[in-house]
């Protein structure tokens, strides 16, 4: 308990490893009763339940009304209010080796709108945040161009400047739910993914500016983090819509997420944006680097991997509700989520409440946007009765999100990479939801 009545659960006294791990439940969940069998794990992170004080309640004056608050620069750099102290990245101890090489994860059930904030944003670093004096930044560009360069930061912050709304998302995110239900959290199942505004300069301009060879084809990209992260990258597509940022939201961009510049591949998984960036090499074939040959290829059910699936498909998550952020209300409630794909726009996102008997399409609300996550809302009435609550997006390619056994059919059960199927909500009588599966 904190001074003002706040409980604050953290994921490691919320939720043992145990109580992350979820039973296998694909195929064996065929009807919404059957869910009753499911073991009651905690959800991962509880939400913030601030203790009510009657003496701050009408017709009495609040105690924040009787005296002078603190005066302006109390805060030099704006926080949350300490009521939102809980709103924070979580990761899971025991989900990787080191703290260098490993991930935290976006509190999307406390969110709403389609920008993430900047110190919201989940990381993934394979060395470690590199902190780079941007006196010191060079970007160097070689190989097949005709005029090998390097970069300072001024020079790539005097190329026109263009702003971009794009969502990263990392190829592993959802991972462990290849096999069924397992983390029991919003967060920890669609949590590597953010979206921010962007300010930088195109790539296509910086290419140009050295002159490309003939038989230029494709890109090594390469991180300054002691990772050294690499990966190949078409040509095709940094001339397309590929950035070199050096804001996020209106500010440089922060240290874990690549300062002074990454890379922005819109709609291509967060693998390929790589942070630090110090080196550009133009070659004729990709160099088929680690992290393109051993990582973030799907391994399929007769195990061969599948070469590069940059490209992020249609996924949505309803965030509310969701393990962390249960129902506590009858009657008037609202069901919110986000949709995104890396194809295009979101052009309609259906939800169910009856694991996928009917559906309805959501409303979606605030900017639709190429390539950037997308806001959707039902707006229902709820009288305690179990729910199975999944959503659906469609994209402007005409694509539909898959079911998990769908992807199944096609992909087996071996890869821990790109799952964007449709993910469900058990919310029980009490309001409490759960992570499941319906076979
Ligand atoms: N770039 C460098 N230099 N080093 C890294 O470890 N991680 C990659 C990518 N770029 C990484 C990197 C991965 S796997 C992802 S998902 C995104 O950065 C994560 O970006 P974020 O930390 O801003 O969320
Ligand atoms: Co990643």
């Known amino acids: ?19 992350f791990l979820r039973g296998t439940l694909a195929g064996g969940l065929a009807a919404v009763g059957a869910a009753e069998a499911l073991a009651q794990d905690k959800p991962a992170a509880a939400a913030v339940v601030p203790k009510s004080n009657p003496r701050n309640l009408p017709p009495r004056v609040a105690n924040w009304s009787k005296g002078l608050g603190d005066g302006v620069a109390a805060n030099p750099y ?14 899971v101890e025991w989900l990787t080796a080191s703290r260098e090489s490993s991930v935290n994860f976006t509190p999307l059930y406390a969110l709403d709108g389609i920008i993430t904030p900047n ?31 390097i970069f300072t930061l001024d020079d790539i912050m005097r190329f026109p400047r263009y702003n971009h709304i794009h969502f990263l998302e990392c190829a ?3 991972g462990m739910e290849w096999r069924g239900a397992q983390l029991n959290g919003c967060q920890f199942t669609h949590g590597m993914v953010h979206n921010v505004m962007y300010t930088g300069i195109r ?55 690549g300062y002074p510049v990454r890379l922005v591949v819109p709609g291509w998984e967060g693998n390929l944006w790589v942070k630090w960036i110090r080196r550009i090499e133009v070659g004729d074939k990709p160099w088929l680097a680690r992290e393109e040959t051993s990582k973030y290829t799907d391994l399929m059910a007769d195990g061969r991997s599948r070469r590069f699936t940059f490209v992020m498909d249609a996924k949505s998550v309803v965030t509310n509700p ?54 959707f809302y039902v707006d229902f009435d709820w009288q305690g009765q179990e729910l199975m609550v999944q959503s659906r997006a469609y994209d402007s390619t005409g694509y539909v999100q898959p079911t998990k056994e769908e992807l199944r059919k096609v992909r087996g059960v071996n890869s821990i990479y790109h799952n964007n199927g449709i993910q469900t909500w058990l919310v029980r009588s009490s309001g409490e939801t759960e992570n499941v599966e319906i076979g």
Request: net charge positive.
């Open 78 to 91: 704006g926080k949350p209010v300490k009521f939102e102290s809980n709103v924070v990245r979580r990761d």
């Open 172 to 174: 592993a995110n959802s």
């Open 322 to 375: 969701s393990p962390e952020a249960p129902l506590t209300h009858k009657g008037r409630n609202i069901i919110s989520g986000l949709a995104w794909s890396g194809r295009g726009t979101i052009t309609r996102v259906d939800v169910t409440l009856d694991g996928g008997r009917n559906w309805q399409e959501a409303r979606i609300d605030g900017p639709v946007l190429g390539k950037s996550l997308t806001r």
């Open 119 to 149: 110190g919201l944003c989940f990381e993934r670093h394979h060395g470690g945040v590199a902190v780079v004096n941007p006196v010191d930044y060079r970007l160097m560009l070689h190989g097949l161009v005709d005029k090998p360069l």
């Open 1 to 19: 308990m904190s001074d003002d009545g706040t409980r604050i659960a953290s994921p490691r006294s919320a939720a043992s490893r145990r109580g």
């Open 203 to 257: 790539l296509r301009d910086v290419l140009n500016e050295a002159g490309l060879k003939p038989n230029a084809k494709w890109l090594l990209v390469e991180g300054g983090d002691s990772a050294g992260m690499n990966r190949s990258l078409p040509l095709e597509k940094a001339l397309d819509d590929c950035l070199l940022a050096f804001k996020m939201n209106g500010e440089a961009l922060r240290g874990e997420q």
